[in-house]
């Protein structure tokens, strides 16, 4: 069966070819080609929806028929079309979900609308078969989820952020440091020079019992710090300040897994999402794992930002469970929390 699948919940514009048979779990990318739009929103310091959607409108057409052209398909071999459909930047969504519509009623194929944060938990299927069930982890730019799935298709969300993603708490840091925006990846690099105790910073779990995270208070407490330190003619190290931000979130995302893990009895975690590139936290899970018998399964670094292929895997097994979508499919800024009957 051929893919042909499209993500443009945000800032980037991604489209994917991928072939995988019915009722077996191998995949073959065929092509995943990406129009990333980050240059455009560098220099207002985050994503400016309206500009997103305009960008999304320019690339969308010709990137399809780039990722057709590198996987040597014509669109009449493509089987089923695939496209995120929340949740996501309304305008920018509506591009993806509506190029889609057009591709599929002209070349009379079926459509499935995709959750993206299935998608993201999905780039783990990509890499091969995962024991169920399974907790995932998805840490962005815009979501922060813990997530209980049954199967490939079931899914609880049981924590969130309740304000910041955890990504979106990096690029608003970073950008107060003079950093360009998405700042996450140079984040990481300045922590790996840091002390990760230089400041001791609050937690980022709630407290309540929850499974839920608040990123919020952190992120005025840093900001405050840096602000404190400029009126004062005070220098602040910023290998300091990103290293112990990230071990404030590593040691909370890890406590809060930890539970969620051994209150259900389940012993394999998916993590994914743009956030999963970080050395740090792939480094910590992956220690985590090891010491309590949990198998892990992180996406390659390719894969763990927005890309079109995530959304191929988890429309296949949502088509093979007997999900489709019509000329109805619309784009939905939030999402549910049950995916059950999704
Ligand atoms: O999944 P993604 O590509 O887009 C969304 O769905 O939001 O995630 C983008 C986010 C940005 O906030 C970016 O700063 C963050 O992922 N990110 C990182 C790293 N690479 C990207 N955060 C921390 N460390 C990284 N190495
Ligand atoms: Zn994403």
């Known amino acids: 069966m051929l893919y042909l699948s499209i993500e443009s919940s945000c800032d980037e514009t991604a ?152 990504g979106e708490a990096f690029d608003k840091i970073g950008r107060r440091m003079g950093l360009s925006y998405p700042c996450g990846a140079e984040m990481d690099k300045l922590a790996a020079n840091g002390d990760p105790k230089a400041f001791k910073l609050p937690a980022v779990h709630m407290k309540d019992g929850s499974y839920n995270f608040s990123l919020s208070g952190l992120k005025t407490y840093i900001i405050n710090l840096l602000n404190t330190a400029e009126m004062k003619g005070e220098q602040i190290n910023r290998e300091d300040v990103c290293a112990s931000l990230t071990k404030v979130i590593c040691d909370s995302v890890i406590y809060q897994i930890d539970r969620v893990l051994k209150e259900n009895g389940i012993k394999t975690l998916l993590a994914a999402g743009g956030v999963l590139a970080n050395s740090h936290l792939r480094a910590a899970l992956t220690e985590y794992c090891g010491k309590h018998g949990v198998t892990l399964r992180m996406p390659p670094l390719s894969l763990c930002g927005d890309n079109g292929a995530m959304i191929a895997a988890a429309a296949k097994y949502e088509y093979e469970a007997g999900a489709c979508s019509d000329m109805s499919l619309d784009g939905k800024p939030s999402s549910k929390d049950d995916w059950k009957s999704y």
């Open 15 to 166: 489209v994917a070819v991928v072939e995988s048979p019915d009722g077996c779990d191998e995949f073959k990318i065929l092509s995943n080609v990406i129009a990333s739009q980050v240059d455009v929103h560098a220099k207002f310091g985050g994503v400016v929806p309206e500009i997103a959607s305009r960008a999304h409108i320019e690339a969308i057409s010709s990137l399809t028929y780039k990722a057709l052209s590198d996987a040597s398909v014509t669109p009449e071999q493509i089987d089923r079309v695939a496209v995120t459909t929340e949740p996501g930047l309304i305008g920018a969504l509506l591009v993806g979900v509506n190029f889609a519509k057009g591709f599929a009623f002209s070349y009379n194929k079926p459509l499935l609308g995709v959750n993206h944060i299935k998608g993201h938990v999905a780039a783990n299927y990509l890499c091969g078969k995962v024991d169920t069930p399974f907790v995932a982890f998805v840490a962005s730019g815009g979501h922060t989820s813990i997530i209980k799935a049954s199967s490939y298709t079931d899914f609880e969300t049981v924590g969130r952020t309740l304000d910041d993603a955890v």
